[in-house]
T-cell receptor, first 109, second 118 residues
Framework: RKEVEQDPGPFNVPEGATVAFNCTYS??????FFWYRQDCRKEPKLLMS???SGNEDGRFTAQLNRASQYISLLIRDSKLSDSATYLC??????????FGAGTQVVVTP | DADVTQTPRNRITKTGKRIMLECSQT?????MYWYRQDPGLGLRLIYY???????NKGEISDGYSVSRQAQAKFSLSLESAIPNQTALYFC?????????????????FGEGSRLTVL
């Protein structure tokens, strides 16, 4: 079983719509959680950290559900430039970062 | 110019050849990493180094070796390349604070080196 699992998608989203997707993790002792964004054939870049109480960064909202061991990312008012693969990253109890395979989002005009 | 630079960006080689991927950074970070990315799989850690004298194996180190020539340079070698080492390779750096403060988990990646082994 993978330590971090994501729906690969693609999630096809009309411009202006809202899209949300989850990531599940297997290690209940995981300490920290992040979303990275990766454009096609480019390097991953940190999008946002995920805090226990949930947090927003502009149109992006991240949530953590420790009881069910998943994190979520919601994108409101989707832009064409939001098209990318979103990587879920979990820091385990040893401080190592575990990456999900990513969820592809395609925003269409 | 990129803060984390990888060379070569693309390389096609044959089975059995020795290949070196180089990484240099101007961020002043102590910690450097090599990952590989394959379709359908998350990034997997090959090796990491917390300073010039510290080298550690990651989850998939077999068939690879590394050298930390300086704080700013970390190279990855494939002594005898095989086709299943065909992948996109990323070098990354992080600040020490990434470990002391759990919510700061930022890695800074290079642009990647696409390696094809025929």
């Amino acid at each position: 079983r993978k330590e971090v699992e994501q729906d690969p998608g693609p999630f096809n989203v009309p411009e202006g719509a809202t899209v949300a997707f989850n990531c599940t993790y297997s290690n209940s002792a995981s300490q920290s959680f992040f979303w990275y964004r990766q454009d096609c054939r480019k390097e991953p870049k940190l999008l946002m950290s995920v805090y226990s109480s949930g947090n927003e960064d502009g149109r992006f909202t991240a949530q953590l559900n420790r009881a069910s061991q998943y994190i979520s990312l919601l994108i409101r008012d989707s832009k064409l430039s939001d098209s990318a693969t979103y990587l879920c990253v979990v820091k385990d109890s040893w401080g190592k970062l575990q990456f999900g395979a990513g969820t592809q989002v395609v925003v269409t005009p | 110019d990129a803060d984390v630079t990888q060379t070569p960006r693309n390389r096609i080689t044959k089975t059995g050849k020795r290949i070196m991927l180089e990484c240099s950074q101007t961020k002043g970070h102590d910690r450097m990493y090599w990952y590989r990315q394959d379709p359908g799989l998350g990034l997997r850690l090959i090796y990491y180094s917390f300073d010039v004298k510290d080298i550690n194996k990651g989850e998939i180190s077999d068939g690879y070796s590394v050298s930390r020539q300086a704080q700013a340079k970390f190279s990855l070698s494939l002594e005898s390349a095989i086709p299943n080492q065909t992948a996109l390779y990323f070098c990354a750096t992080s600040d020490l604070r990434g470990e002391q403060f759990p919510n700061t988990g930022e890695l800074f990646f290079g642009e990647g080196s696409r390696l094809t082994v025929l």
